[in-house]
């Protein structure tokens, strides 16, 4: 497999991702995600020891997802984690976990910075997404551009001080709300690529020492 490959790889990942973030599941989603291409990709990925338990953790919710009530019952787990913005939700902005405020606010310093690496890269947010631009699925769908657009040390450098940053705290509130668990492991998953991919861009140390 060439790095062009590899690359486009990545970023489905990492578009994947980003669209779990981005918005609930509705029907088409649902069919999309639990085809049978669908099922071969969440094999594959399930095979990385660090993927397995979120892996099925995430195909077993869809695929047990045989009616509307259920559907609706994800829809409304995405609603009240991610929309409400309460103490018993995990509200996906970057500004919320890095801020050192007690309050932070949105659109605040995190946004200004993502919203400039868009501009920089001719992108923008889409208007029928009105968030900041810190959001989690904002993040990763910038991270499946850079993944074939940019260099390595710049997609680390994304990786490490805006994504890997504060991940961790994001799942320790998602996990104390989420009680079904869906987006739970979506979030862990998250982390453990975001750390494996990490550990693929960063520069092979040397491993022979120059003497004179």
Not at 161 to 183: M, P, R
Not at 195 to 203: G, W
Request: charged share 20%; aromatic share 10%; glycine share 2%.
């Amino acid at each position: 497999m060439s790095q062009v490959d590899i690359n486009h790889a990545r970023a489905l990942v990492y578009q994947l991702l980003s669209s779990l973030f981005a918005r609930e599941v509705d029907e088409q989603r649902l069919k999309e995600l639990t085809s049978e291409a669908a099922q071969q990709f969440w094999e594959q990925l399930s095979l990385e020891a660090n993927f397995t338990q979120s892996v099925d953790k995430i195909r077993s919710t869809l695929n047990g997802i045989k009616d509307d009530e259920a559907l609706l019952e994800l829809a409304a787990d995405y609603c009240g984690l991610f929309l409400v913005g309460t103490k018993h939700s995990a509200s996906p902005y970057a500004s919320l976990y890095l801020s050192g405020e007690d309050e932070p606010l949105l659109f605040g310093q995190q946004h200004q910075q993502m919203s400039e690496f868009l501009h920089q890269s001719k992108l923008q947010v889409q208007s029928h997404f009105p968030e900041p631009a810190d959001h989690l699925a904002v993040m990763l769908a910038y991270m499946a551009h850079l993944c074939c657009h940019s260099e390595d040390s710049v997609q680390l450098s994304f990786l490490q001080t805006c994504v890997d940053s504060w991940l961790a705290k994001f799942i320790n509130q998602l996990t104390q709300c989420d009680k079904n668990g869906f987006y739970s492991a979506v979030a862990i998953l998250t982390l453990a690529w975001v750390k494996q991919d990490i550990a693929q861009l960063e520069p092979a140390e040397a491993v022979i020492s120059k003497t004179f």
